[in-house]
């Protein structure tokens, strides 16, 4: 049994590594600003046989019913122990008191008698609703009066899927991968040095909290926190796994020569399998996709399309064309495309239009490595435009109708801002994306049309951090340990 005095001594150091910030090393250095509890490894054995099993029954959306209409107001209406400023009813924002540790010694019903219920949190970033609100009135009042997301166990035409940090990934990952095992048995062995972590992010905390002082009179309440058990036990997990992560790397890297290169030949089966991993995270860091097609039987082909990728804010002739026409291979045998030209006077007239419509302002993302040289794809949420199609029935989300958006956007009927062009998705074969689920890669996340259509165009509060934060409970805690790497938010 651990004694009060000692389990008071654990709480205290849960709580000062929460407050530390993290080192900045597996942030990707050249990237533009733009969950449930997790199971125990029993539980991720369960899991990870279960999503492997090809008998489960497939089940047609449509005899469903409206259900996305309820799960949204089950989301809105169900009172949770997370919201905007708390985890587990216990109040988590900067300019609250501390409260009171439990101790392991109190017992789970004293605890939860003296826990607030609150509803789910309606609001995570005034400064994003301010720039929505500037962009599309119509679409922030629909925001504001009714945004939700929630975590999902599979992916879902009309849903997200979100990159999880690497820490997390190889903590919720296979039981068979090398790093999984390797961060189990860390977190378990005298080698994860808690006290040290402890010291050296207090100094870091100390730090930040010199240099806020002079702009903030509020300075020495908001270095106090709240805490809960469900954030004690993300940042245990999360440090270890940072911890390690560093410790694997710089094993890697002294393979490297004089040149500064890796030969992945010199590497064992370990370290390869996290290099892998490495650089599989640095090229898709906090994507933020979504799903606009799965196979019936929910194992087939998928396809995702990259909604926070920003590409280009104004049409040039060249990108007009890209985005309209599309690019054409040099040759079979050379893969470096190039914009082509039109073609006829059809498609001239048509270019003419598209930058008549879209050349001061229109939003461009890049949405994927495949198809790339082909037309971009039209995203927006105008149930009656002419040509369009909901991606998903009940979706409110749909695709397509570019002639009569060019037309509604010349008439002053829409804004350029009402749409989205995405250029290339990301092709999934069958069952990669519920193997990329299961092995936690992506994390599925149910949500309202809002977080879909809204634009991504210099968001104070980056995307993913916003739909993470929506969702709550160990997410929204993750959402903090990955804001303690950034220095430009």
């Known amino acids: 049994m651990i004694s009060s005095r000692s389990a008071a001594h654990i709480t205290l150091l849960l709580t000062a590594m929460l ?10 250095q050249a990237r533009s600003p733009i969950i449930s509890i997790a199971p125990t490894k029993q539980q991720q054995q369960h899991r990870y046989m279960a999503n492997n099993d090809d008998d489960d029954d497939y089940i047609d959306e449509d005899s469903l019913g409206d259900w996305r209409s309820f799960r949204m107001n089950l989301a809105n209406s169900a009172t949770s122990t997370s919201s905007s400023s708390s985890i587990d009813g216990i ?34 970033s005034k400064q994003n609703e301010q720039l929505l609100s500037a962009q599309n009135s119509a679409l922030a009042e629909e925001y504001i009066n009714g945004v939700w997301a929630h975590e999902s166990s599979i992916p879902e035409v009309g849903g997200l899927v979100c990159r999880m940090p690497l820490e997390s990934e190889i903590y919720r990952g296979s039981p068979d991968s090398f790093m999984y095992q390797k961060l189990q048995t860390f977190l378990d062995s005298d080698d994860y040095d808690r006290t040290e972590d402890v010291t050296s992010r207090q100094q870091q905390q100390q730090g930040r909290s010199s240099r ?31 911890k390690l992560l560093k410790k694997e790397m710089v094993k890697i890297m002294s393979t490297a020569n004089a040149n500064g290169r890796i030969d992945p030949s010199d590497l064992d089966e370990e370290s390869l399998e996290l290099l892998q991993l490495y650089m599989d995270h640095q090229s898709t860091w906090q994507e933020v996709c979504l799903v606009t097609e799965m196979s019936n039987e929910g194992k087939g082909g998928s396809k995702t399309i990259t909604i926070n990728r920003p590409m280009a804010f104004k049409l040039s002739k060249s990108m007009a064309r890209l985005v309209l026409m599309g690019a054409l291979q040099a040759s079979e045998n050379d893969s470096t495309n190039f914009v082509r030209k039109e073609r006829d006077g059809g498609e ?5 239009k598209f930058l008549g419509a879209f050349e001061n302002q229109c939003a461009v993302y890049v949405g994927g490595p495949d198809d790339m040289d082909k037309p971009a794809v039209l995203v927006h949420g105008i149930a009656d435009l002419p040509g ?15 002639d009569a958006a060019i037309d509604g956007v010349l008439s002053g009927k829409y804004k350029p801002l009402d749409f989205r062009f995405f250029v290339g998705h990301t092709r999934y074969a069958k069952g990669q994306l519920e193997d990329a689920v299961t092995k936690g890669k992506y994390q599925p996340i149910a949500c309202s049309r809002p977080l879909v259509l809204k634009q991504c165009i210099q968001l104070p509060k980056p995307l993913w951090h916003e739909v993470l934060e929506f969702c709550g409970g160990e997410l929204k805690e993750i959402s903090k340990l990955e804001l303690t790497k950034r220095e430009d938010l």
């Open 212 to 242: 806020t002082s002079s702009s903030s009179s509020s300075s020495t309440t908001s270095q106090s926190m709240s805490f809960s058990a469900l954030a004690a036990k993300t940042v245990f997990w999360y440090r270890g796994a940072e």
């Open 19 to 28: 407050l530390q910030s993290a080192d900045s090393f597996l942030q990707p």
């Open 388 to 402: 369009a199609v909901e991606i998903s029935r009940g979706t409110g989300i749909y695709q397509g109708g570019l």
């Open 348 to 352: 001239t007239q048509n270019l003419v």
């Open 91 to 124: 109040d988590l924002s900067e300019d609250s008191p501390p409260s009171t540790a439990i101790t392991s010694e109190e017992s789970p019903s004293s605890s939860s008698s003296t826990s607030s219920t609150k509803e789910r949190p309606k609001s995570v």
